[in-house]
C-alpha cells in the first residue's frame, strides 16, 4: 500500500534561519507530488508540484523553494525565512493519471518567531 | 480561472441532527471531480465523498451525502445524524480531469463545523 511521509510535525525557527521540509511517499512510483501551505483560518494554497525528478513549477513568487532530488521524494526549503512564512505545510501525492486521487501527509506546523 | 466558493466560514448542529454545508465553484471545464475534506484537530486531511462531474446520480457515503447541481455549479454536503467527531474544518475542492496531465486541487477557504452534545 502505499503512505506519504512528512517531518517533521512542529517546528520553531527564527526569522532568517534556514529551513528544510521533508516528503517521501513509498509504494508507488513516478508520483506528482505537491506541497501547500495553509495559513491560519484560510484554505489551503497551491505553493510547488512536481511532475518528475528535478521538474518542479511554482504556483506563488515567494521566499521558498522546492527540489525533488528522487522520484519519491520532495523537498520544500527556504535560505532565510521571513515571519509571514509561519504557517501549517501539507505535502500531498497523487497518482500518475488518476486525477480524483490526492492524499495528504500530516503536515508540518511552522512558527517563525 | 478556477474558483472555489464556502460562504458560511462557520456553522454548528445539535448531535444527532442533519446539516448542509453549502459550495460553489466556477469553472469553463466540462469534466472534473468535486470533493469534500474534513480536517480534524489533528489537522490530517481526511477525503469525506467524492463526485465526478459526468454523473447525475449523487454520491453517498454512510452518513455524507451530496447534492450536485451541474449547471448552478453547486455542490453542498450534508451530513446526517451528526456526531460529536465530525467536529472539523470541512473543505469543498475541485480538480479538472485532464487525464495523465497534471491537475490542481482547487480549494474553497473551509466551513468550521461544529457538533454540540
Known amino acids: 500500500s502505499q503512505t506519504i511521509h512528512q517531518w517533521p510535525a512542529t517546528l520553531v525557527q527564527p526569522v532568517g534561519s534556514p529551513l528544510s521540509l521533508e516528503c517521501t511517499v513509498e509504494?508507488?512510483?513516478?508520483?506528482?507530488l505537491y506541497w501547500y501551505r495553509q495559513a491560519a483560518g484560510r484554505g489551503l494554497q497551491l505553493l510547488f508540484y512536481?511532475?518528475?525528478?528535478?521538474?518542479i513549477s511554482s504556483e506563488v513568487p515567494q521566499n521558498l523553494s522546492a527540489s525533488r532530488p528522487q522520484d519519491r521524494q520532495f523537498i520544500l526549503s527556504s535560505k532565510k525565512l521571513l515571519l509571514s512564512d509561519s504557517g501549517f505545510y501539507l505535502c500531498?501525492?497523487?497518482?500518475?493519471?488518476?486525477?480524483?486521487?490526492?492524499?495528504f501527509g500530516s503536515g508540518t506546523q511552522l512558527s517563525v518567531l | 480561472a478556477q474558483t472555489v466558493t464556502q460562504s458560511q466560514p462557520e456553522m454548528s448542529v445539535q448531535e444527532a441532527e442533519t446539516v448542509t454545508l453549502s459550495c460553489t465553484y466556477d469553472t469553463s471545464e466540462n469534466n472534473y471531480y468535486l470533493f469534500w475534506y474534513k480536517q480534524p484537530p489533528s489537522r490530517q486531511m481526511i477525503l469525506v465523498i467524492r463526485q465526478e462531474a459526468y454523473k447525475q446520480q449523487n454520491a453517498t457515503e454512510n452518513r455524507f451525502s451530496v447534492n450536485f447541481q451541474k449547471a448552478a455549479k453547486s455542490f453542498s454536503l450534508k451530513i446526517s445524524d451528526s456526531q460529536l467527531g465530525d467536529t472539523a474544518m470541512y473543505f469543498c475542492?475541485?480538480?479538472?480531469?485532464?487525464?495523465?496531465?497534471?491537475?490542481?486541487?482547487?480549494f474553497g477557504r473551509g466551513t468550521q463545523l461544529t457538533v454540540w452534545p
Open positions: 475542492a475541485f480538480i479538472p480531469d485532464r487525464g495523465s496531465t497534471l491537475g490542481r486541487l482547487y
Open positions: 509504494g508507488t512510483s513516478n508520483p506528482n
Open positions: 500531498a501525492w497523487r497518482p500518475r493519471g488518476a486525477s480524483e486521487k490526492l492524499f
Open positions: 512536481s511532475i518528475g525528478i528535478g521538474q
